[in-house]
């Protein structure tokens, strides 16, 4: 089975590029980027010295998956010739995870290239859409905050435990900016980013309405109230999302809650509900997702904490777990289970 | 004017001996350590070469005021002769903030030592009880959670514009764990405490008292309900504080919200509020609070986001800004208001 | 074939066991642990999670290699009856390290508990001992520093090009110091160490004979002059070696020298001679040891860069590349060859 | 005494900024910078919000003193209408620390725009050049690894302890690459940066001349013989250099050279011989800069650690320190002597 992988030097790409060469059942035979065309990949990623292909402008030669790391709206561009030849594909950037064009357009200030494929598009988080991604030809692979958000919340939502008001509070690590941004974000300056902590996206992050659409549909409604505050914290990888609701039943124990959440993820090998509050570093390099629901019983609260790698279940890990569930290969192939730690 | 510092040992205490060497008004004549005494304090401290004291058990001359940042329930008993005596005295720990013996005991675990000062003792926040703090001779300096996050809600609880629940989600620096935990939590070793972001005091944490006792008493009502949640994240200085409530007139905007907070604010030396989300990293090594109200409008839900230097604005310097206020001595005096950055 | 790891709750005992969990050949049926014996391997080291093996507090099935994690001196202890049995080990510790028993008591000021297998035992660098590994039974594992410093100097020093005159100034991450160290050392404290640089065992480090044991072996003389500086740097994992020495022919350029490290380690699957500087986060997570050689010419001077992961190729991976060759495994066999980056 | 800024936007502007916003007997009247002119300064930095300035293209208003932190080349066009005016200047860049045009050229690769003002600067290290610094009207600030190098080497040079073979193996924080670097390189992003260690500059860096200038002089010989390395750490601020030489006399005891250290720099407020292995993080802040001598009797090779923190005694504090004893003002005034820790 033959891949490619539309803009492989960013830290999605290149990520998904190293996991995909050990995968056992895949040929990873094309490559791509714009300034660093007709250079070999490890000159431009010296860490990924194995894969000794050549970047190229586009995918040249005939594959059976085409995964597209671009950025929003580049990204629907890209693809969509390969689907509409039948080519499958993932699509790591958002272009295809919102249902409809104006929601895109509303959050990412563009139209959509190709608004006639979203009804195609299935949202690729596998715990709550595994079997429309089996047999999808496009995927939408989550983004990294909905990723960790919507796990952290979905069983209590689906189940009806919570009133529609959720807050998510995320951090991120500063991978999360893309390596595209440097030029313009002095943010991202490591003197600026070490030893110190933000907030950001307030008037608006992208990843909102994202979260609202999935959430919307676990509960069967048009709608979810969900407010969404991302912050930057000094570290390169990790999400780690604390999101709050208001208990419909406030006499509802830990224990019903754990309960309910362990007999939701039972069957689900890359989601483990844990017995003590996660921390983001056991999941750096897994495509693990840690998930740990508790309540605060003074104010009838549910407190639940989730999180991932950024890059590999919240990006790269989730594309490969995608591509497994399209092909028909075992759901774990290739994807670490256990963290890089310390 | 003559002062000691009862354990200058840990990083409250040491911080708060660099403060006060160079303050005008101010002589440094005694500082205490339990292992270190005997030592003078650049062996055990050798940032603070400068002060040359020797550490001794006990403070052994007489002097005019007395900080004491040992841990819960010792810090009473040092300081209770003292006060008994008429000497000033500020608990920079955790024995004076509650104000009744109860609430203590359920939040530390321990019998308060001296209960019969809880009702002398006033809480050192100078932009809520400044004239107070002028003329006790027993102030509990805030937590450095609760300093930030008092000061995030305080404009919209006073004016009644949010109903009563209220969510803190804060990060912390890891010296916010304090010196002293080293022997025994493995996560304030760099290797884990590195890449990490993890929540903690989930069962509930002594700061949910302080901030709900004061946030009560600002809206005139017997009780507030708080839920408080705080995190690590990989850095060494710095607390970022989140808020969440629910507007009382979800039409209140931005631009309303902003003013109140202004007008709240405009004679406090130490508190700015900012014009976009500020960053922890801002405050460091000075003794600012940057406050930054916003609204989310879909949900109808206050934003405030507040960060401090956790042992400045948050323990030693907030402890010298109410040394100014209870001696007369103009209330800036030795404060840095400008972080060093990068 | 049955493994097992003495002392797997520090971080070279549970970097082995994640490494050997996945390893094709081996099964891990044994860990032991002190403070830990009677627990599962998850309570303790959380992000283990698949290991579901119970801490004991001795090795407590047969098993065809034992690997030990203990601190010097327990180790040759704990090992000793293993090897009299005829079980092939692997030492992590520095307890075999030494060719004579004197030179151990006096880099690790103990008594050494077995010297009668100091001669049985294999200095475990395989690009210079690959064939004697391959027989015995007692591989004493590199230290991490030396590890890098030694594959720095190696064709250097084989080919006669520089003086006896070696200075290694070595910087490492603080996993460096073990999970062990904390209780005593408050120097390993996030706060301390981060944002913080220090050089540390100037007096004499128990590596520093290690190096020059084994850089004297390979300029068949009896002795070597080695100036070793370690250094304590804010990351994780990590060791960056800059290795200088005087070049005896001061118009040797780099490009002999490039050629002449490039064939040195041509057939060695974890070194790699690289075209740029290394970075040390090029070999996060793998085993890589990339070595830069360079000549500063107008001092001449051979100036030659290495670095690794410490916990990799500097302790576990290192042990389980010395294992693949004891039992005739192909030598690559479950270590990964590319970096988590970033 | 009024004074201004050229380029203020930098991180050694801006530190200069905060450090004489509060010396008391200066005035900062004129900030400059490009991209920023016409904004205010806290606009620009919002850590510096007390220092509500314009910033203008050019100085506007007279001053007594110019300062000037732009990037080399630049620097010297800028200042040159001052100095030949009759107006005192500082520069922080390069432009006039090499004697002779010459080099200035093979090390910046650029012709010096001012040749005829070189034999007017003095290089601005009072350590070495005080009483040249008091009457001169144009100081050339030192590089800030030059800084800690010729401060850690000039005892043992003066007294001819050592041959003339010296190697600096310097470490420093992401700070040192400057903000304006980040649009070019990659290697500034955090994501990059963190929990990575790199030399750099292998081919030449342009502080080797600088050191080996200074060297030259204090042992009074035309040239000297230094190899400089410098290396990126994941840390903000903070240079530590670790400097080696053989001594003459392989004799020499430790305890002798570091009477000879604590001899030389007995009058110097600024520099401390310290007991033990200096870290860079007590200098966070400060203006000091740590010294450590000790042999490695084994080599007899002369060992010195020696740490500033890179922005102040390394840029802004030097500089204001020069200020100072130009204008005949105390030396420490104004300069922190204690860091702010942890």
């Known amino acids: 089975m033959k891949v490619g992988i539309i803009n492989v030097t960013g830290y999605a790409g290149s990520e998904l590029a190293r996991l995909l060469w050990h995968h056992p059942e895949v040929e990873l035979v094309s490559v791509t980027g714009r300034s660093a065309a007709g250079k070999r990949l490890p000159e431009v990623m010296p860490h990924l010295w194995e894969i000794d292909l050549e970047v190229t402008e586009a995918i040249h030669v005939p594959v059976d998956l085409v995964f597209s790391a671009l950025p929003s709206g580049a990204s629907a561009e890209a693809l969509t010739p390969f689907v509409e030849s039948g080519t499958k594909a993932i699509d790591i950037a958002a272009d295809f995870r919102?249902?409809?064009?104006?929601?895109?357009?509303?959050?990412?200030?563009?139209?959509?290239?190709?608004?006639?494929?979203?009804?195609?598009?299935?949202?690729?988080?596998?715990?709550?859409?595994?079997?429309?991604?089996?047999?999808?030809?496009?995927?939408?692979?989550?983004?990294?905050?909905?990723?960790?958000?919507?796990?952290?919340?979905?069983?209590?939502?689906?189940?009806?435990?919570?009133?529609?008001?959720?807050?998510?509070?995320?951090?991120?690590?500063?991978?999360?900016?893309?390596?595209?941004?440097?030029?313009?974000?002095?943010?991202?300056?490591?003197?600026e980013a070490n030893e110190n902590a933000m907030a950001y996206g307030l008037g608006g992050h992208g990843h909102q309405p994202e979260i609202a659409q999935e959430l919307a549909e676990l509960r069967e409604a048009p709608t979810a109230r969900v407010t969404f505050v991302p912050h930057r914290i000094p570290m390169t990888r990790g999400i780690l999302a604390t999101c709050y609701a208001p208990l419909v039943d406030s006499g509802t124990t830990k224990q019903t809650v754990r309960d309910l959440y362990k007999e939701f993820y039972k069957d689900h090998p890359f989601v483990r509900v844990t017995d003590a509050p996660p921390q983001s570093k056991q999941t750096t390099g897994s495509n693990l997702c840690l998930v740990y629901p508790t309540v605060d019983e003074q104010a009838g609260r549910l407190v639940v904490i989730s999180c991932i790698d950024n890059l590999v279940k919240g990006a790269a890990g989730q594309a490969m777990q995608n591509m497994n569930l399209m092909f028909g290969i075992p759901e774990e192939t290739g994807l670490p289970a256990m963290a890089l730690y310390p």
Chains 1, 2, 3, 4 share one sequence.
């Open 98 to 191: 919102l249902h409809d064009a104006a929601g895109f357009k509303k959050a990412y200030k563009i139209d959509h290239p190709s608004p006639h494929l979203l009804e195609k598009a299935v949202y690729g988080l596998p715990e709550i859409h595994r079997e429309a991604i089996k047999t999808t030809n496009l995927v939408a692979n989550p983004g990294c905050f909905p990723e960790a958000s919507i796990l952290a919340m979905a069983p209590a939502v689906r189940e009806g435990i919570i009133g529609d008001d959720v807050i998510v509070n995320a951090l991120t690590g500063i991978s999360g900016a893309g390596r595209g941004g440097l030029a313009t974000n002095i943010m991202d300056h490591y003197a």
